[in-house]
């Protein structure tokens, strides 16, 4: 899969490339941080690859992330929450570690901002922790990446 996305944006034409590695990245467990070395396997620019694989993946997140905020609130309005031994436990991990911890250490980004926000923690702080997660990743393995190609090649 990843060698077939590779090829999709390193066919395309200039700065279209960039479009490329930007709808790459809004596919789960691709995202930020893969869409930004398949874009400089593919020769965009490192620079220009990680901004706009992280570009993409923070307006998927986004999209998703106001969706599933909808929808909660429409699903739960005048409703009382039922407590499953399921429930309790996700919610307990949601507590032992927060937004910023489930945010920073759960991916792919878009469910887990649709998880965050189905269990009740605020929209915009999910937001928040999710595009520093999305900048750090795909900051961190763009630069590796770019390294390592420049190391090998």
């Known amino acids: 899969m990843i060698e ?19 709808l790459v990245a809004t596919i789960p467990f691709v995202e930020s941080y893969l869409g930004g070395v398949i874009g400089i396997v593919a020769g965009v620019h490192p620079v ?6 992280i570009l ?3 307006a ?3 999209a998703i992330a106001f969706v599933t905020d909808s929808v909660r609130r429409r699903a739960t309005r005048g409703k009382e929450r039922e407590t499953t031994p399921a429930r309790t436990r996700v919610k307990k991990l949601f507590d032992r570690f927060g937004v910023p911890g489930v945010a920073l250490l759960g991916h792919p980004t878009q469910i887990s901002a649709a998880a ?3 269990l009740g923690a605020p929209r915009t ?10 900048v750090l ?9 770019a390294f390592g190609i420049t190391a090998i090649g």
């Open 48 to 53: 220009a690859a990680a901004v706009c694989a």
């Open 125 to 134: 702080k999910v937001i928040v922790w999710e595009l520093v997660s999305i």
């Open 137 to 145: 990743w795909g900051t961190i393995v763009a630069v590796l990446a």
């Open 4 to 22: 077939n996305l590779q090829h999709l944006v390193g066919s395309w034409p200039g700065a279209l490339q960039w479009l490329g590695v930007a």
């Open 56 to 58: 993409g993946n923070a």
């Open 60 to 62: 998927i997140m986004i």
């Open 116 to 118: 965050l926000i189905a």
